[in-house]
């Protein structure tokens, strides 16, 4: 990469399928605008990049207030979804599972495909070390395209230059 | 607007991609990869080249993904054919619009 190439740089540090997606999605658009791109996976955005966890991402109902009961597939736009429902067993599952249908009738890729995309084109992907140690992880938990496992300090030296973009 | 490539007048868009997919041919083609970068068209580009251009929808080329799951060729080795943004540059040198979509 030459040094007028732009840099792009993706802080990932949440676990729910819906702040997953994003990073995928603007690193991916990246890649394809030939711009250079480097994720940093930092708490609970390190589920994005943990083999067990990384196909098992929700989305939770409660605590949502954007969550609707159009998800469900009822067309009203401001009916939301009430909270005592929200916490029946189930409901969480069962709004990840509709999420994850509408993703895939759209032929978005699960996350761990998607991410391997990002791999194959070239994108850098580091774990925090701080939330490694914290959660007991080592390296093998991790996909294989983590290059390492690094501090925050290392990660503000390898982006100089980049945007920075926090989800 | 109009400008000269390969020795023919061709129309292009802001961003330098061809509008009428009847005016492009493989000099066009070649003329194009070089300004991307790509010295020479090998038959790995043109097999990437003609698939997009069987697929175009509306004169758009497909998209990445599109292209790696239709050709079966890998998105790694799409990067290497096509450096930086593999299906923009797919779309320039094959005479259609850019792509549209996120995946």
């Known amino acids: 990469m030459g040094e007028d190439t732009r ?17 995928l999605v603007m690193g991916w658009a990246a890649l394809g605008n030939g711009v250079d ?34 998800m469900m597939g009822v067309h009203a736009d401001n009916v939301g979804i009430p ?28 996350v761990s495909e998607y991410l391997q995309m990002l791999v194959d084109g070239g994108a850098k992907l580091y774990a925090c070390k701080l939330s490694v140690d914290m959660m007991g992880l080592k390296k093998e938990d991790l996909v294989d395209g983590v290059i390492d496992i690094v501090t925050a300090s290392d990660f503000i030296d390898m982006t100089e230059g980049a945007q920075i973009i926090f989800i | ?28 083609a ?22 997009c251009r069987a697929h175009a929808v509306n004169g758009r080329s497909p998209t990445l993904r599109q292209i790696t799951e239709g050709t079966g060729i890998s998105t790694k080795e799409m990067f290497a054919l096509f450096p930086k943004g593999p299906a923009k540059k797919v779309a320039r040198i094959a005479g259609l619009g850019k792509p549209e979509g996120c995946v």
């Open chain 1, 37 to 70: 791109v480097t994720i940093f996976f930092t708490f609970w955005g390190l589920d994005i990049i943990r083999k067990s966890r990384q196909d098992h991402l929700e989305i939770a109902p409660v605590g949502n207030t954007s969550m609707k009961m159009s």
């Open chain 1, 83 to 110: 909270s005592l429902v929200g916490v029946l067993p189930g409901m969480t599952a069962l709004a990840t599972k509709l999420m994850k249908d509408k993703m895939r009738a759209l032929g978005v890729p699960p």
């Open chain 2, 1 to 28: 607007m109009i400008r000269s490539i390969a020795g023919q007048a061709v129309h292009v868009n802001e961003e330098g991609f061809l509008t009428a997919l009847d005016e492009w041919n493989k000099d066009i």
């Open chain 1, 7 to 23: 840099k792009m740089a993706f802080i990932c540090s949440k676990g729910t399928l819906d702040m997953a997606y994003p990073a």
């Open chain 2, 30 to 51: 070649a003329e194009i990869a070089k300004e991307e970068g790509i010295a020479e068209l090998t038959p790995a580009h043109w097999k990437v080249i003609e698939w």
